[in-house]
């Protein structure tokens, strides 16, 4: 992350939202050091500062150095959405970066959120999409679940899916949560985490 100094905050965040090409509330800063100096002569403030264009290039030039690495030709475009960013990787074999049920795209999903989070310092929500291979997913995941959902509404008897990385989870909770007489709780653990449908007659 780059550092700005300014005579004091409003400056150095000046400085920085013109460096960028951003207004000043779209950066996340930290201020590195403050002196007031001698009857406020002197005084400056240097701060470290990102936007949500500095997470979108770092993702996009980790992701293209990786591909580099491995000499396999790929197409990486990164967007942002309500803070959550969105990974879409087009390659010359992408059923070897998706991997069997999704594991390798899972896991490559993984690395790339913990190395952004490090970088910045904070929690970051990412989503690598291969091709459209997890909108595919989620739309099949879905349906299997509201036809479980409604067997649940004719027998009363709870059922549990089987295990499915968070994303999906999340997917399938969001599309069955209009559904009348179910609701839906995570229970497990690690890579066991699965989602159970519960007969809701309350819910109506």
Not at 74 to 91: M, P, Q, R
């Amino acid at each position: 992350m780059n550092t700005y100094t300014g005579k004091n905050l409003d400056d150095a965040l000046k400085a920085a939202a013109l460096d960028k090409g951003v207004e000043t509330d779209q950066l996340t800063y930290t201020v590195i050091e403050e002196t007031s100096g001698f009857l406020g002569l002197g005084s400056k403030t240097t701060i470290s500062a990102y936007c949500d264009l500095d997470i979108i290039d770092f993702m996009k030039s980790y992701l293209d150095s990786y591909f580099q690495n491995i000499a396999m030709e790929a197409n990486v475009e990164v967007s942002e959405e309500n803070g959550f960013f969105h990974v879409n990787i087009d390659a010359d074999n992408n059923a070897i970066l998706i991997g069997k049920n999704g594991q390798t795209l899972q896991a490559i999903n993984t690395v790339l959120k913990s190395a952004a989070s490090s970088e910045f310092k904070r929690r970051i929500g990412v989503l690598i999409d291969i091709n459209g291979y997890k909108e595919e997913k989620y739309q099949k995941v879905c349906s299997l679940a509201r036809r479980v959902a409604k067997t649940v509404q004719r027998t009363k008897t709870d059922a549990v899916l089987d295990p499915m990385p968070a994303d999906e989870r999340k997917a399938v909770h969001n599309y069955l949560s209009t559904m009348k007489y179910v609701r839906t709780v995570s229970e497990g653990e690690g890579n066991q985490r699965r989602l159970k449908i519960c007969y809701a007659p309350e819910k109506e």
